[in-house]
């Protein structure tokens, strides 16, 4: 293999790494061999232009599509990079990953993209605006109205990622980025920037996004925070001491751009106090601690790296976590034997050890010899490290401890009294991106939660039930918060439609009912109504329009009614059969009709029976019962085109407003129903 000229990709065009060092070019090594394997950065990229391609072609592009529009490209875009994956593994070697832990960060990254599809196809609309939360009524008449939307912002997000997950960690950012409507530039860490910029071309060969909408800024970022703008956002993946100083920029302070950090975690496990030796929970605490430490050579920010295990069980779980580590074979991570490769650096190897020998003063070494023979490489041009487990039997004093991440596979065991005591050490951390437990004692996992909660962005519980499913202590998922306060950052990432919304703007909208039904392309109560020429059942679903209305007959309800009803169902709860119990109850008048009696017989009022475009009605939401019927009452329903949803290329997802009043026109229930119609 060749030098790799790791590429910028600037406003369309790619720019190679500059020749002279004095211009921004920067070496890059192989961590099992040391050679020099690449080559990345150039000062002389222009920024502005980046950023303006970003803001003036990327944004407006991704803003014109809808969320579904923007689901379906994520969906395709991870397809595209599912068929070319062999290649990312290969890289992913050289720089220490095993092909365990490059699945990690390869297919684990793909699936964000796919999980990230299904969610804006599923839980956003097919629309350019995100409603947030349900109407407010501001007025008596309901002429004035309320409404939160979250729109993307009109600038440009700023990934700016480490070097232990070059593919998820940029594809983590980018799924919920891309699918809020918002222009990225990706700025990979150097170390392993040959990874990122590969698969960052399949992305631009995909063609599955409009140009602009992603870019790649390799080597240094120059002044590029100094003209970021009100609109622009910064994402930052990194150690603590740089998120402060990018942090502190004055610029950013000044002009309130949002700055998002995931940075440095003392994650912490604690093996529950009804743990006991040959339990399945005491053979699983074990295996997951071992798997931390050594996945990925402990270079995950979300590695354990500190161990609370009851005092009595101290020198038992000590023995079998070193028992594990010393079994652990290192070396070549391409060798199919190896279960630990290399850490990304010569620099991050002398790093870890340094760490080490300041965990020292307050704790000793259970095992750890770095004179470790290594498989199929060269333990001394390498930049290996050998699992090292340390005992800390005197936590409470121990700032040090608490205190230092050594980011590699090393952690530090230490005993707990009782399980207060056990929340107290796992709080010292200063704030993580996870903690875990390992108990089969629901009142153990409720006791943890409610006194650590506080103080992690994540909490993973596992036991014998869970633990043949569960994803493990140190796997982020695309669905839950990736994130954590105090030491952690204090940002958040992921967490679903969650992740989506820190890339918009939510905004209070204020108004008559007819302009925020516009703005939110749904129909509300008080917005204006249309009656159709024919049933709207009968109607396909390109030819619905939102606020189509039609208003049913009157059906009365008799007490026979009401007694069929309850005799059939198996329902003679006492307000639909006892006149004398019902009239004692303050909420009725006496004998009064099923709640879903009214559901059926409001059914019976609107539906059309015939074949039609209506394929199938799949649930309703939101359902209300506002004010009794009793025997010899009447109810009419009135049935509103509320939103429409495409689904597939057949049939489309249509929410429809129900609402049923009495012979005095006074509200009686209301409901979302949802159909599938045909095209």
């Known amino acids: 293999m060749g030098l790799i000229d790791v590429k910028s990709y600037v406003a369309g065009n790619w720019v190679g790494a500059a020749g002279d060092p004095g211009s921004g070019a920067r070496d890059i090594h192989c961590a099992v061999t040391g050679e020099r394997i690449a080559v990345t950065g150039n000062d002389a990229v222009d920024l ?42 290969e890289l992913s070697f050289l720089a220490g990953s095993t092909r365990a832990d490059s699945q990690i960060d390869i297919d684990g990254g793909f699936g964000t993209l796919m999980v990230f599809a ?15 939360g349900d109407l407010e009524m ?30 998820w960690g940029m594809l983590e950012k980018l799924a919920p980025c891309l699918l809020a409507g918002m222009p990225a530039i990706v700025k990979p860490a150097t170390a392993t920037s040959y990874i990122a910029e590969a698969c960052f071309r399949l992305m631009i060969e995909s063609g599955t996004f409009p140009s602009g909408s992603f870019q790649l800024l390799t080597g240094g970022v120059g002044d ?65 601690v071992t798997r931390e430490m050594t996945a990925k050579a402990g270079q995950k920010c979300t590695a354990i790296r500190r161990i609370m295990v009851p005092e009595l069980m101290l020198e038992t779980v000590s023995e079998a976590i070193a028992a594990r580590l010393n079994d652990v074979r290192i070396g070549d991570p391409a060798l199919e034997t190896t279960q630990m490769g290399a850490l990304v650096s010569s620099s991050q190897r002398a790093d870890v050890l340094a760490k080490i020998e300041a965990l020292k003063a307050e704790a000793k070494v259970v095992t750890g010899d770095q004179a470790v023979d290594v498989d199929g490489a060269d333990a001394k041009t390498g930049a290996f490290c050998a699992p090292t487990l340390l005992v800390c039997p005197e936590p409470d004093g121990s700032d040090v401890v608490h205190g230092t991440e050594a980011f590699g596979p090393v952690s530090t065991i230490m005993p707990y009294r009782d399980l207060e005591h056990a929340c107290t050490l796992l709080n010292r951390g200063g704030g993580s991106l996870v903690a875990s437990l390992v108990t089969h004692d629901p009142a153990v996992a409720r006791m943890v939660a409610v006194n650590t909660a506080a103080w992690h962005g994540r909490l993973y519980i596992n036991d014998r039930t869970s633990m043949k499913e569960s994803t493990g202590h140190g796997s982020p998922l695309p669905h839950m918060v990736h994130g954590g306060p105090g030491r952690a950052g204090g940002g958040e990432e992921l967490g679903g439609v969650r992740g989506v919304m820190h890339y918009m703007q939510r905004t209070a909208v204020q108004g008559s009912p007819d302009m925020i039904a516009a703005v939110g392309e749904t129909w509300i109560p008080g917005a204006a109504t249309t009656s159709p020429s024919a049933h709207p059942f009968t109607r396909k679903f390109g030819e619905l329009e939102l606020g189509e209305t039609i208003v049913t007959a009157s059906r009365t309800i008799t007490l026979d009614d009401i007694e069929q009803f309850a005799h059939f169902t198996g329902d003679t709860f006492y307000a639909h059969m ?14 009064v009709a099923h709640g879903y009696l009214l559901l ?24 209300s019962f506002q004010k009794p019927v009793a025997a010899d009452d009447s109810i009419r329903v009135t049935l509103t085109v509320k939103r429409k949803t495409p689904r597939t290329e057949d049939y489309g997802e249509v929410r429809w407003h129900v609402a049923l009043a009495n012979q005095d026109d006074e509200p009686v229930a209301s409901y979302e129903l949802h159909t599938m119609n045909s095209y």
Do not use: W
């Not at 939307?149 to 997000?157: D, L, R, Y």
């Open 578 to 591: 006892d006149d004398e119990a019902a009239k004692a109850n303050p909420f009725f008048p006496g004998r």
């Open 224 to 288: 590029v925070f100094e003209r970021l703008t009100s609109q622009d956002i910064v994402s930052f993946t990194g150690s603590a001491d740089t998120a402060l100083k990018l942090r502190a920029n004055p610029h950013l302070l000044r002009h309130s751009i949002p700055f998002v950090a995931e940075q440095d975690s003392l994650n912490g496990s604690v093996l529950g106090p009804d743990v006991t030796p040959g339990a399945p929970e005491f053979d699983l605490f074990v295996k997951e």
């Open 138 to 167: 501001l007025s008596r008449s309901g002429s004035f109205v309320g409404q939160h939307i979250c729109t993307p912002k009109q600038g440009v997000a700023l990934h700016v990622n480490a070097f232990n997950f070059p593919v």
């Open 600 to 623: 059926a017989f409001a059914a019976g009022l609107f539906v059309e029976p015939n074949p039609g475009p209506v394929l199938a009605n799949t649930g309703l939401t939101n359902l």
């Open 48 to 89: 502005q232009a980046m950023l303006e391609h970003a803001r003036i072609v990327g944004g407006p592009a991704l803003r014109a599509m809808t969320f579904h529009d923007r689901a379906r490209a994520l969906k395709a875009l991870a397809g595209h990079l599912m068929d070319h994956k062999e290649m990312l593994y």
């Open 118 to 132: 299904s969610k804006g196809r599923r839980e956003l609309p097919d629309a350019q605006v995100y409603l947030d």
